[in-house]
């Protein structure tokens, strides 16, 4: 698999069990393809609608089962029948990407969360399936990592997205704190640029600690991974605060000392959690106290 994979897709590391990398490169081939016909090239919104139309048309055949794929949706057929993979988080994946085509700004945080609980959360719950764990609990906490590290990459992204036309900031935030989309990037909404960065990172980072739990549920080689996962993504955060929220001269990201403190914290991350959660019950204790 390409190191270069498709933003949204926790996999291709050394943990990943060897039977279960067919079916994730397929999954994976399917999913950055069609993030393609959306992102990449020169086709018009109608020629990139019309392609994902056409991807939406080979899962029906493969719900139906149908023969005659090409041999992307050839091998992704045979990965849905082996797992029994459901195709509805396929499609709203594709979903998602069609909304790319169409749609560069969102008017509330609600509206956001709803393009990532299809641009997202879709892949979590696939390889939950792949690895027999998706109840009720575990796909709640993978939808909350998920939408959390989508909205990370909104944030470390905000100058990249802006040069392609799109905002994925709610509309909403911005006009709280009085920055004009048009302003974005400029001197004189810094400070306020600041103040509001700052409360998305940190609503961002409580979505993803909202979810931490799985990654200490899952055993084996899926939890450890989520761990990393979850540290990176954290770590994202941390480097976006270390740049004084200024994503637009620095993109935060993360080098290789970065990694053996992702490591450390992913091994520790049971004592990290039950610390937050002592301090948290701390200051609901002070606040009923004072009531």
């Known amino acids: 698999m390409p190191v270069d994979h498709y933003e949204n897709f926790p996999v291709a590391s050394i943990l990943l069990p060897r039977r279960l990398r067919p079916a994730v490169e397929a999954i994976y081939a399917f999913a950055r393809s069609a993030d393609d016909l959306a992102d990449e090239g020169d086709a018009t919104p109608e020629q990139r609608l019309a392609a994902l139309a056409a991807y939406e048309a080979a899962l029906d055949r493969i719900e139906r089962g149908e023969p005659g794929h090409d041999a992307l949706f050839e091998r992704l057929a045979g990965v849905v029948a082996q797992y029994q993979l459901p195709l509805q988080p396929m499609r709203d994946l594709l979903s998602a990407f069609k909304q790319d085509v169409v749609v560069s700004r969102y008017a509330s945080y609600d509206a956001l969360l709803d393009y990532c609980a299809r641009s997202a959360n879709p892949v979590g719950l696939l390889m939950l399936t792949l690895y027999q764990q998706a109840d009720d609990e575990n796909v709640r906490d993978s939808d909350a990592i998920c939408t959390a590290l989508q909205l990370i990459n909104f944030l470390q992204d905000v100058a990249i997205d802006l040069h392609k ?43 993803m600690l909202s979810g931490a739990p799985l990654a200490l549920r899952l055993r084996g080689r899926i939890g450890f991974e989520l761990r990393l996962v979850v540290q990176g993504g954290l770590a994202i955060l941390d480097a976006i605060e270390a740049v004084e929220y200024d994503v637009f001269r620095r993109r935060p990201q993360l080098v290789r000392r970065d990694w053996l403190r992702i490591f450390w914290r992913a091994l520790r991350m049971k004592s990290q959690l039950k610390a937050r959660a002592k301090a948290v019950q701390g200051r609901v204790r002070i606040s009923q106290e004072t009531q």
């Not at 709610?170 to 989309?181: G, M, V």
């Open 165 to 207: 036309e799109r905002i994925y900031l709610p509309l909403e935030d911005l006009n709280r704190y009085a920055i004009s989309p048009a302003a974005l990037g400029h001197v004189d909404a810094r400070p306020r640029w600041r103040s509001m960065m700052k409360f998305e990172v940190e609503r961002t980072r409580a979505l």
